[in-house]
Each structure stands twice: as structure tokens, then as C-alpha cells.
């Protein structure tokens, strides 16, 4: 329940005095560098080939944008980059003319991580550039399909909002081009729609899947609704005039997430993914036997008696005997006994358990069934009663993530087609049978595809990738053989079935013989980190955790042209999340999967360990064991900023440890507000250990201000006391006395003013908001920042607030956030100046150098996406933004964090650049386009000034000890902020000899390790900035630069390197 009435109150909150502000030109001037990595790939959900020039299409990728190639793969270009949005369901383009191509927004998948759209985009260039042509409102797209030959004709399936109804879903038409668009079919404000599919030959022939679903607040697998009436097949043959809903064949209960495909020789024939609100169930009335069996030479031997554990069907009796084994079984009522050898059931032969279950399920429960056994080396008849399935059995139908495993279609019994499968229509669409049981994790997938010169050949896209050669009678799972598992997008060759362009969570591949080899495009960086971490040493390493790509680790910078695929390290499995470094021994690295405590390794000596809690405790309210502790799908942790070894992580509960996770005890009460609840965010303070803040996925927001021995609710008005008895001593948890519930006007009115201006944070939302970030301050013990992520509950709005009391009350910071900022994912201080604010949204970065009153928009050519994580490295200057799918970006904010209100109101700025250090260069690799390769950092050093407004002239130099100029740069005039790279070498004039005529390109001689000084001039305004020039910490020796300024020397006698040959790194 909700802790304060929102109702009740009414805050205005004290005007805040200006303050320094980001201009937003200076803002995006500053440059964004792409590290990747690219190597695992990332979520791609939809494609689109242009049939005459198969070399040309596009992938859409789940949260990165769009991918286009026009060589088949060898190089792509990232596209929709600058849109509002960045999440796409569906991409599309005309077969008529490949320069219209249109994209839903919104990613269809109704997944935990899915994010949202803004309608449907055209492009009229191939992709160059978009226009939003409508549908702002339908959240998330399942399906666009074009007319073959008139472009302005267009279909777009709508799913709606994921998190609650609205109306803009259904199907909708547009026959001018998108300029206007008519809803055709409509359920209600709770369907929509995930397929559509058009007649190969008539384009006024649709079939359409309606799907009703819905998620709530939490991070479950599946959504809280997947089955309703909404969810359908129907059919037009008049483009959408009228419909009929297509029922014969199909399950008679409620459907699921449905998938449609067309035969192109033969459109009578379509397949479907039918999801049934019974998938995976045993019918009522399933025999049973109550045998565990083994195959042997003659037949099957009856081992023991009792219900089969594991998958039933397998019945490989390895399971051990119970104590007192039963005496009641079906099989023992009838007669069998342990030792008999089935050889028959009701005449059929058997030869394999499995074949024991397909005859006995051909039966029901009740039914009679003559059994022929070998007893005593003679043949015995017994007629056997099969009985019911025990209530506690598991279905031996069920596959993966709630689905439905394959090839048992002819084991569910007479009314097996009620259960969701793989269906087969040869009429048209009209009537529909059942041919497989096959449905893996339907609401992720429910994708078919039909060779289109071949029917026998079909695909089922799921967590495995099936294939199969006899039209769908059987699938085999090993069609995906070397491909990265869950499988969501496929387009197969029309002229070729052999040719297929396919997308995964692992991202684009391409087989040319049928699925026996697979090429993985993976040179593009389209990962979807949720977390980044980073090391503490100037040349650091950067770790991050990546949705169903583990975490990796990686350079920050090298010594060649950029990191590469091979440069990365993985260093956790699953869906990796939360990544820290060990700021004492870098090479202890800690990583967390789904749903799970963290762990660590040393990467240097494999040791490892983890932070779960031991003995078996459980959760529970108060912690006192007897219910299990739940994990989020993302379990917050944190390193101590006073001592690292000391672990704090909680799930409904906060644990610590005082040793890198060895005992691990509760210090906090339960602190959920449900019982579904788990914590989503933790933070200690780094000014004071006693002070830490936990958050939770249902709205909770807890404060301890000496050290876990009594906790207070942030949503209450005014302290909680906590119990007296309730110190946490690591065997009896904290707990607190709820105190008042809801607030009363009057003691609000009185904090508000009190604390000029601030309120409970209760009274500034609208309710309970998943906690998605706490940071507490560096620089004073009492404040700290939360962001609040209203999504899940229907909100898209930014929640981002400050506290200067601990917890007691709090402002909001979004006022000058710009709209469509979307939710807010991270926020982040910057560690050497307490105003600058780093803030990841849905859509993009912010920051901010007066703590939040005022904002500016921190992508430059950082493209949208979301931003769900910052981290900062500070000896060099740089930021890490964690992005959802388009992986890892750095910039160097070394002059933001000096942008005091003083400076910034300077007509000139010389600002002071962070140490430059001398690296040991590489020797340069061969490559191809085929291969990614990171962005290193300018060499050399960044020198950063701003001006106000133009000047006449400005000087930029660089002094060395001495006094004298051994290197003028070219600096701009304009007027905002400006970056010039100096390369550590001195000007032209003082380059090493040359030959031959040619030019050697990298200038004069390099320096040496020293002090210099940078000197800007503007007019007679002169200002000076000491610049540090130190070497390569890995290669502190500096005997390789002697070597070094000999090869040059050598280089540039024989007759140096053309201009462009190389690239310093």
C-alpha cells in the first residue's frame, strides 16, 4: 500500500536561483567515441531484404536502431539514429521501390526489457532520413506489410501500450502514403496486433494475429497476461472491408501470441505458432501408470513403481527408489509386477519407454488396456487399468520458459490440437490442423517461417532454432548449430531456400548451404548493456553486463587503431548485469546474472567467490527464514567506498559482508512493500559508512543512518520509530514500527516550509515507482539522488529527486528536462565535482552542472538509445555511458567538471587539460571491413577553451621548459567550446628530415615525458595552463621511446610514410 495520499497534498516547491547553465551548442560539441565491443552482438528483431537486390537490406535491431548493408553483410550502416525513439518491432520495405522503407517503433517481444515507441516512421531514401508518419500512441508495432506494387497502400499492426490499455492499437491502413490512416480491424483497448500477413498473389488477402497481453510492475518472464479472448486469426479478402475470425482447427479456449506465415508457390497452404491458454498442460484425463521404466533388449522392464521423475515421457527409471516404495499404483491394481518386460500395449509393440508413452497415451484414464509382459521367461497377458495423473506431476509436455516441447503431438490425446503448436492450413487459411506440438517460450517468439521453394522445409524460431524437412511432422533442435541462442527475425531466399539472412539475441547471421554453416556478422556494436563498471588505473579496463550475452571486460583505449573483437574478455554468463572493479586490486572483478547474488574472480589467479547468503535463510518479512529471500532480476550490490571488501547486496532484504561476500548476514528488515517485491537499487554513502539507501521494484525507499540497526521509511512523513529491541546484529534483523500511514495536510504543509520548499517525496509521484537508481553523495553526507522509473506502472514520465536530509525530504530535479526525455534509467555524480550530473533516460543523456535545476542534452553524436548506466574514470578525464543497444560510448568531461558559474562567465576560457601521456604504439594488423574497431581517444593531448562570443584572433600553443613554442595548433574563432588535440610532437618546423618528396605526415619529433605549457590567446587576453606529459604507465621503461624516435629517424630517411598510409593511435 501506498504510503502517502497524493490526494491530500498539495506542494509548491521554492524557486530556485539561476545558476550556471550548459549552453547546448557546448554540450554537443563534445565528441562521444564507440568501443563496442561488438563481439556477442545484440537483440535483432525484424528483417527486410529487397528481393531484386538481395544484397541489400535491413536489420532492426530490438533497442539499437536500424542496420543497413547494400554489400550483404560486409559493411552496415547504423540508421535512425536521431529519431525520438530507438526501439523498432518491425521493419519493412516496398518491393516496388527500395528507397520507401517504413519501421514500427516500440519492439513487439512483451519481454521485461522491452522498451517503447512512437509510432511509424517512412523513409523515402533508403533510410537517409525518416519522417513520423502517426500511430505516436501504439507503443509498441507488430507487423508492417506493404502492397507488392503500390507503396502508398501499407498495413501497420499495433500492439498498444504494454503496461495498461489504450485505444490506438488493432490493425491500421493507410492508402496515401501514411498522410492518413484508418483502423480496419479493432478488438479492444486491450489487443492488438502482433502478425500480419499478406496473400503472396493478392494483396487484398490478409491474415492477421490479434493478441491480448499485458505485463505488470515486475520482472517475471512471462507477462501477467498472455491468454484472452482478444487474441485471434482472422482473415479479409477485400483489404480489410470486412473480417472474419478463423476458428476451425484451432484451440477452442483462449489464445496467446500467434505467428502466421504464407507458402509462396502454393498460398493455399499457410502455417502458424498457435499459443493456447492450456500449452504444455496434461489433459484432465491422461493415464497413468505409476512404472518407472528402461529399455532392455526385448521391450521395456518395469524397474520400480512410483510416479517417473523428471520429463515423464523420458521414464529412464534413474531416478532412486522412494523409502517405502508405493503398493497402490495403476500398474500394481492391474497386476504388473517389478521385473516385467512390456512387450505390447493394446497389440502395439513397444520398444523404448518412449514408445511406452505414445501407446499409453492413446488411451485415458479409466480405459482398460490389454498388456502383454514377459514374466519368468514366459509371456503373460494383464488387462490394466490406466489411472489419473497425480496432482503434483509435471507435465512431460512442457518445454522451456512456458512453452511446449516438440514431436509429442500424437501423446496429448484426441483433443491434443486444443493445446497450441504448430498448425497447417491447406485452404487458405480457412480451417487449420494441428501437426506439431512444437511452441518454445511463445510470447518471445512464435515465429514460422516456410521455405518458399520448398514446404517440406520449415523453421521455428525459439531459445533453439528447429528445422523440418517433412512439412512440420518433426522438428530436430540443431538447425541453429554455432548460432547464438533465442531466435527472432529470419528471412529465407525466395530463389534460393539454401540462403538465409537470420537475427538472434546474438545478432545478424548468414548460411549459404541450409543451416550447416553459419557466418556471424558481428562487426557491429549493437550490444544492450544494463550496467558498466570500470577500473581505477588511467589506462583502465571497462566491464559491463549485457541482456543474454553475459559480461565482458574490455580496453578502454590501445595502443593500434582501437580495440577489436579479440581485445574483449568474458568474464560471467546468462544475462549479465552489474559489473565493479575492485578500486584496490583491479583484477578482482565482480558479476552478476539474472535473478542472482553476485560473484567475483581475480583475473589474475582464477580465485573466486560469492556474495550469496549461506544456511538457508530465508527472506521473509523480518528476515527470519522460512520464506525464500527473492532476487531481482537485476540484484543491486555495492562495493564499500571506505573499505571494498565490504559487500553489501538485498533482495527483499539487505545483507552484508565484511569479507567480499563470506558471511553474509541481513542487516535490515524486509523492506518490500509486497510480496512480490525485491530491491532494484542500493547505495552506501562514501561520506559516511552508517548511511545507506536501498530501493525496491514496488516503491520502497529505505534509509539507515547507523549502520542497519534501525532503518526509516523515506515515504513516510517524519521518521519511523524503530523497534527497541530491533538492532541488527547480523542474527536478528532490524525492524521498525510502521508508524501513520497516510499523511496529514497539515504536518506536510509544515515540512514544506520548514525545509523551504522540499516535501515528501511521497507527495511529488503519483504513486509506487520502480526504484531504478540511488546515488549518495561524495561530497555531503546527506544528500543523495534517486530516479524513479515509471514505465512498468504506465507512466513515461521522468522522476529524478534530491535530498539534503537523508531521505526526509526531497526535490524534484526534472523541471527543465525537455520533453519525450522518456523514463529515467541512471543518474550519476560526477566524483570530482559535486554539481555535475550525469542522467540516462529511455531516449538519451543529460547533464547538468548545477545539480539538476538545469539541464542540457549530453548526446553530441551519441546516438538515441537508452541510457542505463554511467561510470567515471577519473585520472582520465572520461565518462562511460552503458547503452541498451548500441554498447559502450566514452567522452572526456574534463572541462564540464571545471564549469563553476565563475567560469562560464568569462568572454574566454583556457581550461585545464588532464595529464597526456606517451604511449607505447603497436605494430599495425591487416583487417577488412569485416572486423570492428573501437574509437581511440585523440592522441595525445585534449586542450579545451571556449569564447564566449567570435574574436578577431586566437593563438594556441605549446611551451616547453625552456620557454620556447614547439608547436602552434590551429585554434577556431567561433564563438562556443572548443577541443584541439595536440600530439605530443613538435610543429613542422622541427620535424626530422625528409626524402624522396614525400611528406611524413606525423609532424616533428615526439616529446619526452615533462612539463609544458599551454598558452591561449584571444586579443590581449593570454592564458596559461600547466600541461603533464607523462609515459606509458604499462611501459614505464623508457628505453622503447628511444627505439621508437630511431625507427622514425629511420622511417623518414628511407622516405617516410605517405599522408593517410597510417593513423596514430
Known sequence: MFRLSFALVVVTLAVVAPAQQLPQEWADSLHWRSIGPAAMGGRIISLAVYEKEPSTWWAATASGGLLKTSNNGITFEHQFDRESTVSIGNVAVSQSDKNVVWVGTGEGNPRNSVSYGDGVYKSTDGGKSWTNMGLHKSFQTGRISIHPTNPDIVYVGALGRLYGPNEERGLYKTTDAGKTWSKILYVDEKTGVIDVDMHPADPNTLMVATYERERDGFDTNDPSKKYGPGSAIWKTTDGGETWKRVEAGLPSCNLGRVGIDYYRKDPKVLMAMVESEIIAKQPEDAPYLGARLEAVDAGVKITEFGQTRGRGRRGRGTAPAPETPPTDTPAQKSGLK??????????????????VDRESRRHKASDKVAFKVVRDRKDVEVAVTFGNQPKNARSPFTGTLGGQAANLQDRQGPNGHEYGGVYKSEDGGETWARVNSLNPRPMYYSQIRIDPTNSDNVMVLGTSLYRSTDGGKTFGRNAGRGVHSDHHAEWIDPNNGDHIIHG?????????????????LNHVAIGQFYHVGVGPRRNYRIYGGLQDNGSWGGPSRTAGLGARNQDWIRVGGGDGFRCLVDPDDPDVVYSQSQNGPPSWRNLETGQRGSLRARGGRGGGRGAGGGQRTRYNWETPYVLSGHNPKIVYTAGNVVFKSLNRGAGMKPISPDITNTDRGSATALTESPRNADIVYVGTDDGALWVTRDGGRHWADCFLVGRPRANAGGDSNGEKPAAVKGGEKEAKPEVVKELVAKKGGAAPIASLVPGPRWVSEIVASRFEANRAYVTLDGHRSDDDSPYLFMTEDAGETWRSLTETLPVGAGSTRTICEDPSNGDVLYLGTEFRAFVSLDRGKHWARFNGNLPTVAVHA????????????GTHGRSLWITNVSAIRQMTKEVMAKGAHLYQPTSAIVWKTSPSTGGTNRRFTAQNPASGAQITYHLKKKAESVALEIIDGAGAVISTLTAKTDAGLHTVAWNLRKSSGNQPAQSRGRRFRRGGARVRPGTFTVRLTVGKDVQTR?????IDPDNPDPSWMTFEEEAERLEAELGGTEEGEEHDG
Do not use: M
Not at 504 to 520: E, F, L, R
Not at 870 to 881: C, H, L, T
Not at 1026 to 1030: D, F
Open 338 to 355: 517389478k521385473g516385467d518386460v512390456i512387450l505390447t500395449i493394446g497389440g502395439k509393440r513397444v520398444h523404448t519407454v518412449d514408445d
Open 504 to 520: 538472434s539475441d546474438g545478432g545478424i547471421y548468414v548460411t549459404y548451404d541450409a543451416c550447416k554453416n553459419w557466418d556471424h
Open 870 to 881: 554511467f561510470a567515471v574514470n577519473v585520472p582520465s578525464g572520461e565518462v562511460v555511458a
Open 1026 to 1030: 600547466k600541461l603533464l606529459v607523462e
